[in-house]
Each structure stands twice: as C-alpha cells, then as structure tokens.
C-alpha cells in the first residue's frame, strides 16, 4: 500500500511537472554574429531573416564600409534564422543595442531590445554612429514580437 502511494504521489508530481513545462515560455539559445557601433545600415530596423539571399542582401548593406571586407556568416537557414536589430545612424557615440533574449511564449517569439542612450552630459566620441546586433537562433514559425527595454545610460 506505501509502495502505491509513493507511486501515485510520483506520477502526480511528474504530471504538473510536465504542465508546468508546457505552459512555461521557451527560451531560445542566442548565438552572436555580430555586435557593434558601426553599420553600413544607417537606418533604424527589427527584423526576422529566414533565407540565405535576405541575409546577403543585409549583410552587403552592414558591410559596405569594411576594408577588408567581412565574410558572411554561415548560416543553416533550416534549422536557424537571423535577427536584425540596428538603432540608426547617431550623431556620437555612447549609444547601444542588445538583443537580451529570444522567447517563445504562446504564439508569439518575444524578442528583447535593449537600447542605451548616452545620459546628457556624457563624454562621448564625437562621430557618426550606427549601432547594431545580429544573432542567430533556432527556426521559428512563430510571428515576431520585438519588446523595448530602453536603457538611459550609464553614470
């Protein structure tokens, strides 16, 4: 008769444990391909690249002013896509862009932008600027949902 309890108060536990698990948001593993100040990409983006000649087409526009020129990453397009977060071109430096996590949850894959703007006052490089961050991630089918967490600088 204990030997049963402890059965059934197992299979219990392993039963919420399993609906706990379903019903949790999914975080998916971030892989950097690239993070910085200066992009060719002068305007302000989020997006979601699911093929090989989309990412071309950006990573030419990201790369236009390299000397020597930077390779294209790799990128299995059947497994993985690419996330594309630039700020825009900035009049100085001190600003900054993060993709913080990358989450399915529900229907949505909720991805966290991170942005940093440099407080007023601050000492700064005083020359054009266009942050970006690119990261592969495992294939979604799920619609993209970018969430701002802004960030005012650092004291």
């Given at each position: 008769m204990k030997?049963?309890?402890s059965l059934a108060s197992g299979a219990?536990?392993?039963f919420c444990w399993v609906c706990m698990a379903q019903s949790e948001p999914k975080s998916n593993s971030l892989h950097n391909l690239a993070k910085g100040?200066?992009?060719?990409m002068t305007e302000?983006?989020?997006e979601v690249i699911t093929n090989r000649s989309a990412w071309e087409r950006v990573w030419a526009k990201h790369t236009v002013r390299s000397f020597p020129p930077q390779k294209?990453?790799?990128i299995d397009f059947r497994k993985e896509m690419v996330i594309v977060v630039t700020l825009g071109q900035k009049p100085t430096?001190?600003?900054?862009?993060?993709?913080m996590s990358v989450v399915e949850a529900a229907d949505r894959l909720q991805i966290t932008v991170k942005s940093t703007t440099p407080r007023s006052g601050a000492m700064t490089i005083q020359a054009l600027t266009a942050p970006f961050h690119?990261?592969?991630v495992p294939r979604s089918d799920l619609k993209p949902q970018f969430i701002e967490a802004k960030?005012?600088?650092t004291k």
């Open positions: 030997t049963l309890r219990i536990i392993l100040a200066f992009s060719g302000a983006r989020q294209l990453p790799e430096g001190g600003f900054a862009l993060e993709i690119f990261v592969a960030s005012a600088g």
